[in-house]
């Protein structure tokens, strides 16, 4: 006879219908375990148990379940050898991957670091500078703000200085001024007497007569003596202060090379 289809086949008249009924049927036939998990291996089972239910089940039937269920322990035999072979190959892989990651992670990092060490060198002296050039610039406020200080301070003592000698000052003042003040009428006095001073100075006295002169030591001594002893006199004193000058014989006043300006020194 002609073989039917799987549909057709799902569509005959059964107590088996469905995944449902079909694990109520075996579970009523205590064919597989009660709320067990359905894996390859337990459908494997369970087709080996039911060639053994009957002894009138026809042997070509029996054989052809056992196919069944051989052909299908195979291929569970081959996934599993397969899932271990992907597994391990994975762990293989992994490993070298990780392997592989570790020493170029390495000498990346070797050759990172022997890159980036001159620019930390530079980077860590220019941020020696900085903080140096901070401190400087830190202590140069605080100086500027020390010296502005004492320039406030300075200043302000300078202004209430400056304040209290305008007030002394002004006080002098005020007291010159009253001192003026008091002496207007003294000096008005004074210049009335220094007029009339000068008025009586100034007018001519009556009957003056001009003062009588002295003759002096020399008009007397000159006035008693003759003409020719005054010229005596004179030729003496004349005589006392001459220096005679007597050169040797043959021989001139001076060196030959005398310069003028020493013989009249």
Not at 26 to 49: A, M, N, R, V, W
Not at 76 to 83: G, L, S
Not at 231 to 256: C, D, M, Q, T, V
């Amino acid at each position: 006879r002609a073989m039917l289809s799987q549909e057709a086949i799902e569509a005959l008249a059964n107590t088996v219908k469905n995944a449902d009924s079909g694990r109520k049927y075996l579970e009523s036939k205590l064919l597989c375990l009660i709320d067990g998990p359905y894996t390859l291996t337990h459908l494997i089972s369970i087709l080996f148990q039911i060639t053994q239910m009957s002894g009138t089940i026809p042997a070509t039937v029996t054989a052809a379940i056992r196919a069944v269920a051989f052909i299908m322990k195979d291929h569970v035999a081959d996934e599993m050898a397969e899932r271990v072979a992907e597994k391990a190959t994975g762990k293989v892989a992994d490993r070298v991957a990780e392997c592989i990651t570790e020493s170029f992670s390495a000498k990346m990092i070797d050759h990172v670091i022997a890159a980036i060490s001159p620019q930390v060198a530079l980077v860590h002296s220019a941020s020696q500078s900085l903080v140096a050039s901070l401190a400087q610039a830190t202590e140069l406020h605080a100086k500027i703000e020390r010296e502005r200080d004492e320039d406030e301070n300075n200043i302000k003592t300078a202004a209430e200085r400056i304040e209290e000698s305008a007030d002394t000052l002004f006080s002098y003042v005020e007291t010159c001024q009253n001192a003026i003040k008091s002496l207007g009428p003294s000096l008005d006095v004074m210049q009335d007497q220094v007029n009339s001073m000068s008025q009586r100075i100034s007018a001519p006295m009556p009957n003056a007569q001009p003062p009588a002169s002295h003759p002096s030591y020399s008009s007397i001594v000159a006035s008693h003596l003759s003409p020719t002893i005054d010229k005596a006199l004179g030729r003496a004193a004349i005589r006392a202060r001459e220096i005679l000058l007597n050169p040797l014989p043959g021989e001139s006043l001076f060196p030959p090379d005398t310069p003028k300006h020493d013989i009249a020194k």
